[in-house]
């Protein structure tokens, strides 16, 4: 069965340290990876895509993820973090064999502090 | 340009009554899709419709229905509900029927009691 994995359920870290959350699935099919962000009381932010090419993406605030197709892995990172990027994150993957749907982790919150 | 917006952000029914809720997608987006989102919990995929037509369904109960206006706008309607049904349910629409990255709206907090 098709499956997002989402280890650690919460991540807490000192502002500007570096972070990792990190995102594994289940089969190394043809997919598309998603990180998606949502804050307190609202709807989910696309943070950065995988579909093609470069297996290193980014965002433009900082984020990266690196697709590794032997680990089907999708973990994300950023060097420093910041109060505000406390939220929760979301992988998400659409296998092409079902291409209309995203099958979403559980979720990392991250809780950055002072 | 607005985004995906979703109506009403609230509401509480009672169980066993019946909810409509309602989404307009970009302006030019032809899929849109439903998830519901448990408190704790990822989004789970409910609904695609793309022109006006379901293309997949997830493991919900025949409670659960959708469809799709000329406009492309959307209704998510549930029938009989269940204190289980309370959740976020996320709207989200796509220029295609494949997923390259969909748009979400802020989503409509649904609570049965």
């Known amino acids: 069965a098709q499956s997002v994995t989402q280890l650690d359920s919460q991540v807490p870290v000192f502002e500007e340290a570096p972070v990792e959350l990190r995102c594994n699935y289940s089969?190394?099919?043809?997919?598309?990876l998603f990180w998606y962000v949502q804050y307190p009381n609202q709807g989910l932010q696309l943070l950065l895509k995988?579909?093609?090419?470069?297996?290193l993406v980014e965002s433009i605030n900082g984020f990266e993820a690196e697709f590794n197709k032997s680990q089907t892995s999708f973990h994300l990172r950023k060097p420093s973090v910041h109060i505000s990027d406390t939220a929760e994150y979301f992988c998400?993957?659409?296998?092409?064999?079902?291409?209309?749907?995203?099958?979403f982790g559980s979720g990392t919150r991250l809780l950055v502090r002072p | 340009d607005a985004g995906v917006t979703q109506s009403p952000t609230h509401l509480i029914k009672t169980r066993g009554q019946h909810v409509t809720l309602r989404c307009s997608p970009i302006s030019g987006h032809k899929s849109v899709s439903w998830y519901q989102q448990v408190l704790g919990q990822g989004p789970q995929f409910i609904f695609q419709y793309y022109e006006k037509e379901e293309r997949g369904r997830g493991n919900f109960p025949d409670r659960f229905s959708a469809r799709q206006f000329p406009n492309y706008s959307s209704e998510l309607n549930v029938n009989a509900l269940l204190l289980g049904d309370s959740a976020l349910y996320l709207c989200?629409?796509?220029?295609?029927?494949?997923?390259?990255?969909?748009?979400f709206g802020s989503g409509t907090r649904l609570t049965v009691v």
């Open positions: 089969s190394s099919v043809s997919v598309y």
């Open positions: 989200a629409s796509s220029l295609l029927d494949k997923n390259y990255g969909y748009t």
């Open positions: 995988y579909l093609s090419g470069s297996t």
């Open positions: 998400a993957v659409t296998w092409m064999d079902s291409s209309y749907k995203l099958i």
